[in-house]
């Protein structure tokens, strides 16, 4: 006769774990709030030479956030991944850290950081609401088309309203501002994977070979040319490098993990470059981006001062390998995107290069945790939503580093969890409680 735990082990399957993991996730979550609040204080100490007044305050409200996030899934997603909300947590903290140091250095002791926490409040609220509500995944994959269509609503509306730092990305009504693409992001992997687990064997099986390429049928290659023209045109229309990229870069990757066709990145990557190249020539934001990052030094010889992807590079450099100690640091030179775009500055000067291959492990964890997610899924839509997901934010994260570090063009998005931006983080946090929700069912015993 079976033992029960030879029973447990049988029926949750091969490679199902037999434990929630649930104190796994308390622990590392407590951890998490309690590294935010030691940040928190090391900025007082090192500015003022003493623990903030409301460093107990600042505690409070974030272990608050996180324990109520962490009892909602201990409810009713008992076998989630125990890491993904343990790294929301500490990256969403970190951001906030960095951020209140940032308006410390600031004229006149900017509030962002409160703001910030706002709008935490409201990403977790919404982690909450997803949690609870969305109970099946596959429920969404019937409102796909409609999300399109809502979509493409959000990516248009900016055209109406006036740039922002040369790009037109942000709705602004009186004091207040959104970027509806980051809506618009989950919108589309919500599309992207409904397509593609519909027409995946065509895209794969089906078509003409030319030479080594075996490229499938007009009608089915058709919708990959009309996103093709999509990206081109928001590209045209906000002049908005990064949302184009991180748009296209989406459905690149969902094609490949749908077809398994190596030649599906090749045709991406051309369509992109065409794309990107053609509009780097003819739009004076993106083209003077384009400048700036083929000679980041070349406004110091032309004696207009560092600009602000070399003021980023003197702040790394500045940094070394533990960096300077939070508050100790001068990457506010920056400028007005100090809060956004550099925070990652910020981060490499000081907290060192230590700090910065922290965060971009965090990342990295929660990357492939929501590509295992994707792998353990047995339904095809699942299995995409998950890895688009959690392709986003890898993506966003190459696209801003890259930025930061002169590796690409600069493309103005923000980091996730970690940059200043309410749009961002709220959006951050319901793709977490979508993996959330689609680990616990990848996750749990048959």
Do not use: C
């Not at 399109?148 to 248009?156: F, I, K, N």
């Not at 981060?347 to 295992?372: C, D, K, N, P």
């Not at 998005?413 to 940059?419: D, G, H, N, R, Y």
């Amino acid at each position: 006769m079976a033992t029960p735990s030879a029973v447990t082990r049988s029926a949750a399957g091969p490679g199902r774990p037999t434990r929630p993991g649930r104190t796994t996730e308390l622990v590392l979550t407590v951890a998490a709030v309690l590294a935010a609040v030691f940040g928190y204080v090391e900025v007082g100490v090192n500015l003022d030479g003493e623990v903030p007044a409301d460093a107990a305050q600042y505690g409070g409200a974030l272990g608050v956030l996180a324990l109520a996030a962490h009892a909602v899934v201990r409810w009713r997603a008992r076998y989630a991944d125990p890491l993904l909300l343990p790294i929301a947590v500490l990256l969403n903290g970190i951001g906030l850290v960095v951020i209140y140091r940032l308006d410390r250095a600031g004229p006149g002791r900017s509030a962002a950081a409160s703001t910030q926490l706002l709008w935490s409040s409201l990403g977790v609220a919404l982690f909450i609401a997803v949690v609870l509500l969305v109970r099946d995944h596959r429920r969404l994959q019937r409102y796909a088309y409609l999300g399109a269509l809502v979509a493409l609503v959000l990516l248009v509306l900016p055209v109406f309203f006036p740039p922002v730092y040369g790009s037109r990305i942000w709705i602004v009504i009186g004091p207040l501002s959104f970027q509806p693409g980051e809506f618009a992001k989950i919108l589309l992997a919500v599309f992207f994977a409904a397509y593609l687990a519909v027409h995946r064997d065509a895209l794969a099986l089906t078509g003409r070979r030319v030479w080594r390429w075996q490229l499938p049928r007009g009608r089915v290659l058709g919708p990959v040319l009309l996103i093709w023209a999509a990206f081109v045109g928001v590209l045209v229309l906000e002049t908005d490098l990064g949302t184009s990229l991180l748009f296209f870069g989406l459905f690149v990757v969902m094609l490949y993990v749908a077809t398994a066709r190596t030649g599906w990145i090749a045709i991406g990557l051309g369509l992109a470059a065409v794309g990107a190249v053609t509009v780097g020539w003819l739009s004076p934001h993106v083209h003077s981006r384009v400048t700036d990052w083929l000679d980041p030094l070349g406004s110091i010889a032309a004696g207009r001062g560092a600009n602000q992807i070399a003021q980023s590079l003197f702040a790394f450099a500045w940094g070394g390998e533990l960096g300077t100690g939070l508050g100790n640091g001068h990457s506010v030179l920056i400028g007005f995107a100090a809060k956004s775009d550099f925070i990652l500055a910020t981060i490499g000067e000081e907290l060192g290069l230590t700090g910065l291959f922290a965060v971009f492990l965090l990342y990295a964890l929660l990357i492939s945790r929501g590509f295992r997610t994707g792998i353990a899924l047995r339904d095809p839509f699942g299995r995409l939503l998950a890895i688009g997901l959690a392709a986003i934010v890898g993506l966003q994260v190459f696209v801003v580093a890259g930025g930061v570090l002169a590796l690409i063009p600069l493309t103005g998005m923000t980091l996730p969890f970690v940059a200043q931006g309410g749009s961002s983080v709220v959006t951050n946090w319901i793709i977490v409680a979508l993996l959330v929700r689609m680990s616990d069912i990848a996750r749990r015993p048959a």
